[in-house]
């Protein structure tokens, strides 16, 4: 998603150590995970004044870096393979916490349910792509 004058509290600090990752162990390819073309995206993640918040996007980073990260690590050869697999983990997790009542990792009080109008594009819009 083009950068709409938005920033999620935490993404910076987890690019950082992806960052630090590639210069301590060489790795030259980054991956962008996310909603791409979807300008409602971040709404529906943060909510607005007259809607509530649906989280996907954090949850599911959330989710893959405390329950999984570790098995994928153990499973990869480079660097590069590690990002590759959790970008496609996230990914995957995101796909699932979009679709209502199967969110494996939802925030506490939050509804099980989106919008659902909107389901089928978000999720169709949930990439992980190679930028480098």
Same mark, same amino acid.
Request: proline share 5%.
């Given at each position: +998603? $083009?950068?709409?004058?938005?920033?999620?509290? !935490?993404?910076?600090?987890?690019?950082?150590?992806?960052? %630090?990752?590639?210069?301590?162990?060489? #790795?030259?390819?980054?991956?962008?995970? !996310?909603?791409? #073309?979807?300008?409602?995206?971040?709404?529906?993640?943060?909510?607005?004044?007259? +809607? &509530?918040?649906? &989280?996907?996007?954090?949850?599911?980073?959330?989710?893959?870096?405390?329950?999984?990260? %570790?098995?994928? /690590? %153990?499973?990869?050869?480079?660097?590069? =393979?590690?990002? =590759?697999?959790?970008?496609? /983990? +996230?990914?995957?997790? +995101?796909?699932?916490?979009?679709?209502?009542? =199967?969110?494996?990792?939802?925030? $506490? !009080?939050? %509804?099980?349910?989106? &919008?659902?109008?909107?389901?089928?594009?978000?999720?169709?819009?949930?990439?992980?792509?190679?930028?480098?």
């Amino acid at each position: +998603m $083009p950068n709409a004058g938005v920033t999620i509290i !935490g993404l910076n600090r987890l690019r950082h150590r992806f960052d %630090d990752l590639r210069e301590t162990w060489g #790795g030259t390819h980054s991956w962008v995970v !996310g909603s791409s #073309g979807v300008e409602y995206a971040v709404y529906l993640e943060t909510g607005t004044k007259d +809607m &509530p918040a649906y &989280p996907w996007f954090r949850p599911a980073v959330i989710h893959v870096m405390r329950a999984q990260a %570790d098995d994928i /690590a %153990d499973s990869v050869d480079s660097i590069d =393979e590690l990002v =590759e697999e959790l970008a496609k /983990a +996230m990914m995957n997790q +995101m796909k699932k916490n979009v679709n209502a009542g =199967e969110a494996e990792d939802r925030s $506490p !009080g939050t %509804d099980d349910e989106h &919008p659902k109008v909107q389901l089928g594009n978000l999720r169709a819009s949930i990439t992980a792509r190679r930028i480098r």
